[in-house]
C-alpha cells in the first residue's frame, strides 16, 4: 500500500451531511462508512430520523455516537426532515443524502468543486448508478416533460458513455443533492405536503425558474440501492403532479397545454381503470381538493420569484413509465405512438407558451 493511499481524503469544510432515514437500519451502515471514507467527520454528519419502527437510533447511539440524530414522530415522509436539516445547517452548503445512496470517496469534494454560487449555481448532483450494477446508470440528463413527467434519457445505459462534461440539467432525484442553503431558503424549501412523488422534481423546477442553475457532476457518483415502487405510491403522485402544475406553470402555459393535459388525464384513468387502481385516482382527487385553499398563496409566492419561462424549462422527449403499468408488445407501442403525439403537441405550443 502507497503512503498517499493512507491519507485521508479532506472534506469541504463547510459542507455540512443530512441523511433522511425511514428504517434505514439496513443500508446506514454502508451510507456511514462511505461518509467516512470521504473524510467526513462524524460530529458533521446529521441523521434525520423519520418515523423508524427498527433499531436504527439504538444501533447509531452504540456504533456511531458522534454522529447526531434528530427524530420526527411518524412517517410523514423525507421533504419534513430535508426542511428541518436545511434550516438547522450552520455552514453554507447542504449534502443532502438518502438513507441508502452509497457516494464514492471523493464524490463531495467534486460537487463542491461544482458548486459555484457566483455562476449562480443552486444545486449539484452526482449521477446516479443502481448499486446492483454500478457500470449502469439510473438517473443522469433529467429533465421535466412539459406533461409534467419526469425525462431521464440515460436509464440504465452505460455509466463510460456519460462522459466527464459537466451539464446544467432540468431535474433530479432527491437521492443525493449538494444544496447552496440559501438559496433552498429563498425557493421556499421543499413542498412537504407532497410526502413522496414529484417532491424532488418540483424543488429542482423552482431552482431553475428562481434563475439558478443544476448541474450535473459526472465525476461524482453515487450508487443508489432502489427498491420497486409500489401502487400505494400512485395517490401521491398523482395529487403532487397536479398539484405541480397549478402551482408552478404559468397561466398561459396551462391554457396552452390544456389538450395535453386534458388526453393525458384520460389516458391515466384509463390504465389506472384496467390495472384495478381506480381508488388511486379518486384518492388523489380528494387530496388535492383538501390544498385548494391555500393554491392561490402557493401560485403568488413562485410566480413572484420567477426569472425563467416556462418556454426555457419545460422538455419533450420519451415518457418513463412503469413496466407494470405498459403491458405487452401492444402496450409499448401504444406508448411509442402516444410519445410520437406529444412530440408533434409540442413543437407547436412551446410558441405559443411564454
Known sequence: MTTAALVP???????????????????????????????????????????????TVTWLASEWPGVTVRSLDGNVGPDPGRNWALRACTRPYLLLLDADAFLEPDAPRYLREALDPAARVGTVTPVVVHAHDKSLIQYAGGGLHYICEAINPWLDRPLVERGSERWDIGAAPGVALLIDVKVAHAIGLWDDRY???KEDGDFCHRLRMAGCRLVEEPRAIVAHRSRPRTAWLFPCQIRNRWHFLLKNYEA???????????LHEVIQLGVLTAK?????????????????PTLPRDRRAFQTMRVVRDRDLLLDAPLVVRADLVGGPIGRAAKGLYDVWLHLYWRVARHLIS
Do not use: K
Not at 398561459?252 to 386534458?262: C, H, K, N, S
Not at 379518486?282 to 390544498?291: D, E, F, H, N
Open 276 to 292: 384495478g387502481h381506480l381508488g388511486a385516482w379518486w384518492t388523489a382527487v380528494r387530496g388535492l381538493w383538501s390544498w385548494m
Open 9 to 55: 481524503l479532506a472534506f469541504p469544510d463547510d459542507v455540512e451531511v443530512a441523511v433522511v432515514s425511514h428504517n434505514g437500519r439496513p443500508t446506514l451502515p454502508q451510507l456511514l462508512s462511505c461518509l467516512s471514507a470521504s473524510g467526513a467527520a462524524p460530529d458533521r454528519i446529521f441523521i434525520y430520523n423519520v418515523g423508524s419502527t427498527d433499531d
Open 252 to 262: 398561459r402555459t396551462l391554457i396552452v397545454l390544456a389538450p395535453a393535459l386534458a
Open 195 to 197: 410526502f413522496i412523488g
